[in-house]
Structure formats: C-alpha cells, structure tokens
C-alpha cells in the first residue's frame, strides 16, 4: 500500500459537514460516517451507520428512509435472553446491509451507574454478566449480515453531562471487575471488528488517547485484533492519540483540529508517531473488515428489499419479553377480552409509543405520528421526541373489539378521573424521555404525571399504569395502583406487545436490568455530576451538542467502584423501589433441591417447576459472595454470577444447571494483571432477584489465579 492509501484508511468523513470538503467523495450517504475504499486492493468504502436499535435516520437526514425499530436496548437486556439480542441484532445488521451500509455502530455496553444516565436506555443494564453476554449476543447477530459490529463506548461512559470532557476516576481493580469486564466478555463472546473510544477522561486521560486502555487492556491483557475507532468528535491529539492505540479517526469534521489527516502525515515525517504504528493502525482495519466477513462478501451497491413484516415480528417478540410486571395486586392483570369499557389516558396512546433519541434514533415503518422539535439544549442539533406509529388505542381495540375502548388525553386530571369513573379498566400511560447528549435532572415522571395517575387512580381501582421510560423513575402513586407494567421505549410494535401482555396473550416474563431507586438520594450520586457548569459553560458559548469543551474539568469520582447498582444496595443496606432482577408473572413457580458443585468455578444444579395454571418464563439467578478477610464484615455484596431463561408449560419441571462465571468470583490483580481467586467458603444462591434468594448453600474453592 502507498502512504496516501494508508492515510486514507485512518480517518473518516463525517457526510453532514464533509460535501464539498477537499478530498471529500462525492457520492456520500447522509449518515454517521464513510472511509473510502481501495478498489484496486478490493478493500470495500466503509459506510457507517447508527445504531444498536435500528438503522438510525436522525432529523429525518435521508428522506423517506425508514428501518425496523427495536425497543431499548434495557428491553432487551430485561429479557435476559441472549437468543433475543442476537436476532435483534441479525435484523438490524441485515437492514443496514440492505441500505448499503457495511459498518453498524452498535454494541453499546456502558454500565448504568447512575439512575438519571441519559443514554441508560441505549444500554443492557447495571450488571457485568448480563450485560456482556447480550452485547456479545447482540453483535454476534449483526455481524452474521457479513458487515462490522463496533462494541462502545470504551470505557466509563457512564453520564452525558460534560461527556467531551469529565474525568471518569475509579481504581484499577474497579474498573476490570466492573465496567471493563462487561467489555471483556462481550468482546470474548461476539468478536467485534472494532471497539470505540468514548468521549470521556479515565483517570486522567482522554478514552481516545488513553495508553492503558487501548493498548495495556485492549492489545496485551485481551489480545484484540480488531481496530478502535473514535466516538464522533472524541479525537484531540495526534500523536498522543495515535501511539496510546486509537487506529481510526471518526467523522473527522466534529473534532477540535483535523488530527489524522496532515497533521499525522507530519508526525509521521517528524518520527513522532512510527511508521511502523500507521501500518499496525491498518492492520487492525483490515483484520476487523476480514474477520466480519466483509472483505470477502461485499455489501450490495445497490439498496435491496427488505422483509419488514418479518423484521417487525422480531421486534414485537424482543418487546414482549423485556415488558416487566412490576406490581399486580387482587389480579388484576390479565384483563378480560370481555371488559365492557376500557379508557387509555396519556402519553399520545392514541397514536404511538415513545422512543428515545440522539444518534440511536430510528425513523420507524409506518411513519411518526407525534415527532417535537427540541428548542434548546445539547441535543437540539440531532434529536427530536418522537414517537413510532404503534397505536396502543389500535391494539387494545384489535385484542378486545366487543369493548368500548376510548383515550383522553390527560392534560386535564379531572377530566381524565371523570372519564375513568366506571370503566372495567384504566390505562395509564405515563412518558419520561431521555436521549443522547443530556441526562434528566429528575427521577420523577415530567408534566404532572405523577399527579393524573394519583388522580385517576382515586376515581377507579382498576386503574393499569404503562411506563414508557429510558430508566427508572419514581413512583409516589405505587401503593395507590394494582398494577404497573414497565415497557421501556417499546420499538415500533411495542402497542402490540403491551396489549399481548395485558390481555394475557403473552405471560410476562421480563426481569429488571437495573435497580429502580426509592428516592434519588439512595443512588451513589444524586444528580449529575458537574450539571450546573455545563449549563453555564454551554449558554455562555453557545456549546450546543459538546456538552462543553476542553476547557471545563470535571471530576466524577465513582466510590462504589465494581459494586455498581444492586451490589451498591446491598454493600449500605439500602431498599429500592424494585430491586435487580425482579419481574412478576400470571403464574408461580418453585424451586427445589440445590446441589452446588465446585472446581475451577461454581456449579449449581435445581429444579424448577410451574406450580400454575399457565405456561411462562422463568428467570433463575445465580448470585455468589466471596469470602472477607477477617475483621472486614461477613461477607461482600452478592454478584451476579449466571442466569438463564426457561420456558416452562403448567406443570412442568425442569433440572437446570448454571455455571458461574470464573471472573465473578475473583479480584483483578493490578500488579500482576492477572484474575486472583481467594481460598474460602463462598456463599450461592439461587434467587428470583438480587435481593430475593429462595436457594442457598456454600462452596469452598482453593486458590487460584489466571490470565484474562
């Protein structure tokens, strides 16, 4: 290869700012990102497209091109369904292929750390295990499309305030045993063609330009091969950047200075990044494009059909077993096909469901019923609150048609109670929206919601609460209500999937991803960190989508280090509203005879069996505490160390066995680099949610240690 091709494969053009650009091609799809190819090598133009719900078409920047919308990624980690994420991300991988675009920047793996995160919903939850196994799963879909799948954002982007700029800073025992451990087994399980750097500092250094990261982690702890490309605009150095691990610079345009184009060919002259590093820089490139199979099997230069209705069905499936019941008291749910009068209030359930937005932001089949404008703010430049064409007021109508079935709006709380008054069934659906680029200030649902369900539910006790939210939310109303569901943004078929399971066409079987606080105060940190200096940073420059500039610092300290979300809970005995992993049923189940095994890890054998009078899906969860060194307590905060989902027919027994995963039960040695497993007793147990054990028993393993 020439230098120039060389040059040319390490930095992407970004297409809204890039037409007319020297150098810029000119045949440019509006979308995230485009490296031009090299024909005479056969190595393919890389066109790169948002996201991990969908082919993301933001602001409507390719007219008139829709794709199939996933519900939130928080959905699909509900359903602890590794079968699930793959085919989710199979569909979106063959829709992308279809329009061209040969690189899906999914994969987002982020830990929710913090209740308010505005990208929460983007992710698979607060836990390691969970989250790795579905991201791998995830990615493992896309890529049998023969296109790249990204894993990101690597690492610690846990908020969006002050995103370009906050120094994550956690000790490095924390981080692999958490958040790095996610990444870990996503990549060890999916096999990315590349991994993206964050926007954030991590202990000081930018994720982009951070030596520790992508080359002591990424190269010599894991033995990636595949390449690290930038987020969009996380690029700040040359050199620096080049020689801690980044290959390839993203969307070039966004950044503060055009760093991988003549400034590396300087620093290539200037000997200050080797010229052996732009050839491993490639290298990396082309064995991500080789390994996903692109290389050999080109995606088509013509856009191809696409199998909607099919693509739609595994939408509706993914919906449908991320939905939570998370309270159903007298029974109230399922309702009956012959309810006389149902009203549906809130949330335009008249016409959608809610989605979140930024770059994941999918322009769904069937069109935007209810899309606003932001006026303000970071994501006012990329985002709107939209809503996909997924009529609940369709779909209750569809499922119960001898019923009189009608929607208020709720902006009038007493006219809402009035016409609630009397009806065999109320429907609440409440909204809280998130997106990219902004997290909430508050916990509690917008707009007086809180308000109209209180209300509401004083004029009719058969009142249904539906919660279309990018997290947890508080719940004042709880006690008040029988029944509460949580649907997540629910994709494009999400109104179907919400009227299956209410009227128990569907028996609910989603457990929660992430712990739903009582109060906001119980999380490690209340609010966002370094709020109020963005925002005043922002409005006196006009930052916009930034989220401020190199020249703010913000610290976030994150104290709970590896116990993130319900090991939190636990380690200062705290309650939440819901904790990890918990999910209601339309039936029982009960579990029996625990037999635990040990070896080089834990193995924990029982039955499970449907005590009720419908088929359903259970959730058994593995949970282990390592042992304490003396005079430090009776034992660490239980960890998530296997799941599996059964399906199970009134009745039936299954024997299950799960295995723990070996890093669970270990501590990362800094020094060494290598996993420590202490000798001791360990604590297992079998639970229906982290805080709910039903099996218990001890396991005493030697000691061991062993390379990641």
Same mark, same amino acid.
Not at 285 to 310: E, F, N
């Given at each position: 290869?020439?230098?120039?091709?060389?040059?040319?494969?390490?930095?992407?053009?970004?297409?809204?700012?890039?037409?007319?650009?020297?150098?810029?091609?000119?045949?440019?799809?509006?979308?995230? !990102?485009? %490296? =031009?190819?090299?024909? @005479?090598? /056969?190595?393919?133009? &890389?066109? #790169? $497209? +948002?996201?991990?719900?969908?082919?993301?078409?933001?602001?409507?920047?390719?007219?008139?091109?829709?794709?199939?919308?996933?519900?939130?990624?928080?959905?699909?980690?509900?359903?602890?369904?590794?079968?699930?994420?793959?085919?989710?991300?199979?569909?979106?991988?063959?829709?992308?292929?279809?329009?061209?675009?040969?690189?899906?920047?999914?994969?987002?793996?982020?830990?929710?750390?913090?209740?308010?995160?505005?990208?929460?919903?983007?992710?698979?939850?607060?836990?390691?295990?969970?989250?790795?196994?579905?991201?791998?799963?995830?990615?493992?879909?896309?890529?049998?499309?023969?296109?790249?799948?990204?894993?990101?954002?690597?690492?610690?982007?846990?908020?969006?305030? !002050?995103? %370009? =700029?906050?120094?994550? @800073?956690? /000790?490095?025992?924390? &981080?692999? #045993? $958490? +958040?790095?451990?996610?990444?870990?087994?996503?990549?060890?399980?999916?096999?990315?063609?590349?991994?993206?750097?964050?926007?954030?500092?991590?202990?000081?250094?930018?994720?982009?330009?951070?030596?520790?990261?992508?080359?002591?982690?990424?190269?010599?702890?894991?033995?990636?091969?595949?390449?690290?490309?930038?987020?969009?605009?996380?690029?700040?150095?040359?050199?620096?950047?080049?020689?801690?691990?980044?290959?390839?610079?993203?969307?070039?345009?966004?950044?503060?200075?055009?760093?991988?184009?003549?400034?590396?060919?300087?620093?290539?002259?200037?000997?200050?990044?080797?010229?052996?590093?732009?050839?491993?820089?490639?290298?990396?490139?082309?064995?991500?494009?080789?390994?996903?199979?692109?290389?050999?099997?080109?995606?088509?230069?013509?856009?191809?059909?696409?199998?909607?209705?099919?693509?739609?069905?595994?939408?509706?499936?993914?919906?449908?077993?991320?939905?939570?019941?998370?309270?159903?008291?007298?029974?109230?749910?399922?309702?009956?096909?012959?309810?006389?009068?149902?009203v549906l209030i809130g949330g335009h359930a008249?016409?959608?469901?809610?989605?979140?937005?930024?770059?994941?932001?999918?322009?769904?089949?069937?069109?935007?019923?209810?899309?606003?404008?932001?006026?303000?703010?970071?994501?006012?430049?990329?985002?709107?609150?939209?809503?996909?064409?997924?009529?609940?007021?369709?779909?209750?109508?569809?499922?119960?048609?001898?019923?009189?079935?009608?929607?208020?709006?709720?902006?009038?709380?007493?006219?809402?109670?009035?016409?609630?008054?009397?009806?065999?069934?109320?429907?609440?659906?409440?909204?809280?929206?998130?997106?990219?680029?902004?997290?909430?200030?508050?916990?509690?649902?917008?707009?007086?919601?809180?308000?109209?369900?209180?209300?509401?539910?004083?004029?009719?006790?058969?009142?249904?609460?539906?919660?279309?939210?990018?997290?947890?939310?508080?719940?004042?109303?709880?006690?008040?209500?029988?029944?509460?569901?949580?649907?997540?943004?629910?994709?494009?078929?999400?109104?179907?999937?919400?009227?299956?399971?209410?009227?128990?066409?569907?028996?609910?079987?989603?457990?929660?991803?992430?712990?739903?606080?009582?109060?906001?105060?119980?999380?490690?940190?209340?609010?966002?960190?370094?709020?109020?200096?963005?925002?005043?940073?922002?409005?006196?420059?006009?930052?916009?989508?930034?989220?401020?500039?190199?020249?703010?610092?913000?610290?976030?300290?994150?104290?709970?280090?590896?116990?993130?979300?319900?090991?939190?809970?636990?380690?200062?005995?705290?309650?939440?509203?819901?904790?990890?992993?918990?999910?209601?049923?339309?039936?029982?189940?009960?579990?029996?005879?625990?037999?635990?095994?040990?070896?080089?890890?834990?193995?924990?054998?029982?039955?499970?069996?449907?005590?009720?009078?419908?088929?359903?899906?259970?959730?058994?969860?593995?949970?282990?505490?390592?042992?304490?060194?003396?005079?430090?307590?009776?034992?660490?905060?239980?960890?998530?160390?296997?799941?599996?989902?059964?399906?199970?027919?009134?009745?039936?027994?299954?024997?299950?066995?799960?295995?723990?995963?070996?890093?669970?039960?270990?501590?990362?040695?800094?020094?060494?680099?290598?996993?420590?497993?202490?000798?001791?007793?360990?604590?297992?147990?079998?639970?229906?949610?982290?805080?709910?054990?039903v099996l218990t028993d001890k396991a005493t393993?030697?000691?061991?240690?062993?390379?990641?």
């Amino acid at each position: 290869m020439s230098q120039d091709e060389k040059l040319q494969m390490v930095r992407t053009w970004f297409p809204p700012l890039a037409k007319g650009k020297p150098g810029a091609p000119d045949d440019l799809i509006p979308s995230a !990102g485009e %490296m =031009v190819g090299i024909p @005479r090598l /056969g190595i393919p133009t &890389l066109r #790169e $497209s +948002d996201a991990s719900l969908g082919v993301a078409n933001q602001v409507n920047q390719r007219p008139g091109d829709t794709a199939t919308a996933l519900p939130s990624s928080l959905a699909t980690a509900a359903s602890f369904n590794p079968q699930v994420a793959e085919e989710g991300g199979a569909m979106i991988g063959a829709e992308a292929r279809a329009k061209r675009f040969n690189v899906l920047l999914a994969g987002g793996v982020n830990l929710t750390r913090d209740p308010w995160g505005g990208r929460d919903f983007e992710y698979l939850g607060e836990d390691p295990v969970l989250a790795g196994t579905l991201v791998g799963a995830q990615i493992r879909g896309v890529q049998s499309n023969h296109i790249v799948s990204t894993i990101k954002h690597f690492a610690l982007n846990a908020q969006e305030t !002050g995103r %370009m =700029v906050y120094d994550a @800073r956690i /000790g490095q025992a924390a &981080l692999h #045993e $958490s +958040d790095l451990l996610a990444f870990e087994i996503g990549i060890e399980t999916g096999h990315p063609a590349s991994v993206m750097c964050a926007y954030n500092k991590i202990n000081g250094d930018h994720a982009c330009e951070n030596h520790e990261l992508l080359t002591n982690v990424l190269r010599s702890d894991w033995r990636y091969k595949g390449w690290v490309m930038s987020d969009w605009g996380a690029v700040h150095s040359t050199a620096k950047a080049a020689n801690a691990g980044l290959d390839q610079d993203s969307g070039a345009e966004l950044d503060d200075g055009d760093w991988f184009r003549d400034k590396l060919r300087a620093a290539l002259a200037a000997g200050t990044v080797p010229q052996a590093r732009l050839d491993a820089m490639v290298r990396h490139i082309l064995t991500g494009v080789i390994a996903s199979g692109l290389y050999d099997d080109p995606s088509p230069s013509t856009v191809q059909p696409i199998d909607t209705d099919a693509h739609a069905r595994v939408a509706q499936k993914a919906e449908e077993q991320g939905i939570v019941l998370l309270r159903n008291e007298g029974a109230l749910l399922p309702a009956a096909t012959t309810a006389r009068r149902i009203v549906l209030i809130g949330g335009h359930a008249d016409v959608g469901v809610l989605s979140g937005g930024g770059s994941s932001q999918v322009r769904s089949t069937g069109g935007v019923p209810v899309e606003i404008p932001l006026k303000s703010g970071p994501a006012s430049s990329f985002a709107r609150i939209t809503w996909h064409n997924s009529s609940p007021l369709r779909a209750i109508r569809a499922l119960a048609p001898q019923a009189d079935v009608s929607y208020v709006d709720g902006s009038d709380p007493q006219a809402a109670a009035r016409a609630a008054k009397g009806a065999d069934l109320v429907l609440v659906f409440a909204t809280q929206w998130r997106t990219e680029a902004e997290d909430v200030t508050s916990l509690s649902l917008p707009d007086h919601q809180d308000a109209l369900i209180e209300t509401v539910a004083a004029a009719n006790p058969h009142t249904a609460v539906v919660l279309e939210t990018g997290g947890p939310v508080l719940m004042p109303w709880l006690g008040k209500v029988p029944a509460v569901l949580a649907a997540w943004y629910p994709g494009q078929r999400g109104a179907e999937a919400i009227a299956n399971v209410i009227f128990g066409k569907v028996n609910p079987s989603g457990r929660l991803p992430i712990t739903f606080p009582a109060s906001a105060d119980q999380a490690p940190r209340p609010a966002p960190v370094g709020l109020a200096q963005v925002a005043e940073h922002d409005a006196a420059s006009n930052a916009g989508s930034s989220g401020g500039t190199t020249a703010l610092a913000i610290a976030v300290d994150y104290p709970e280090g590896a116990d993130v979300g319900y090991r939190w809970y636990e380690k200062k005995a705290l309650k939440p509203l819901f904790p990890f992993g918990f999910g209601l049923s339309y039936t029982q189940f009960r579990y029996a005879g625990l037999s635990v095994k040990a070896g080089r890890t834990i193995s924990a054998s029982f039955d499970v069996t449907n005590t009720g009078s419908r088929a359903g899906a259970v959730v058994p969860q593995l949970y282990v505490s390592l042992p304490t060194a003396k005079g430090q307590g009776t034992r660490s905060p239980a960890r998530l160390a296997g799941f599996a989902r059964i399906e199970l027919a009134p009745g039936e027994t299954r024997h299950v066995t799960l295995q723990a995963e070996p890093r669970i039960l270990a501590s990362w040695d800094t020094t060494r680099r290598q996993w420590s497993r202490a000798a001791g007793a360990y604590q297992v147990s079998v639970n229906r949610a982290a805080d709910d054990p039903v099996l218990t028993d001890k396991a005493t393993l030697p000691a061991i240690t062993f390379r990641p």
